[in-house]
């Protein structure tokens, strides 16, 4: 099992991203797919998650601004973000697996930079 992130870059404050993982190399269908972020000198921290039937969950910084979906056919989940913060800035981590504490299969990372 593979994810594939990508969709990170630079944009100023106030603007917006969409943030894209594909999951590929298998069946398998995650239960469980999100997005955690570390930013620098910090722990990572999960950002939003949303289970294959649609239930999702986001950090409490990020409601409102965030929104995550997914695509089952296409196994490939987003997160849009929108009114983005220089405090946004980090490496944005996709995720699989079974629960979101404790994700069984991560993307590489795509990094995320928000000027003010």
């Known amino acids: 099992v593979q994810l594939q992130a990508s969709g990170g870059g630079l944009v100023q404050a106030g603007g917006s991203l969409r943030l894209s993982c594909e999951v590929s190399?298998?069946?398998?269908?995650?239960?469980?797919m999100g997005w955690y972020r570390q930013a620098a000198g910090k722990q990572r921290e999960l950002v939003a998650s949303?289970?294959?039937?649609?239930?999702?969950n986001y950090a409490n910084s990020d409601k409102g601004r965030f929104t995550i979906s997914r695509d089952n056919a296409k196994k490939t989940m987003y997160l849009q973000m929108n009114s983005l913060k220089p405090e946004d800035t980090a490496v944005y981590f996709c995720?699989?697996?079974?629960?979101?504490?404790?994700?069984?299969?991560w993307g590489q990372g795509t990094l995320v930079t928000v000027s003010s």
């Open positions: 995720f699989a697996g079974n629960n979101d504490r404790s994700p069984d299969f």
């Open positions: 190399g298998s069946i398998f269908n995650p239960y469980i």
């Open positions: 949303m289970s294959r039937s649609g239930t999702s």
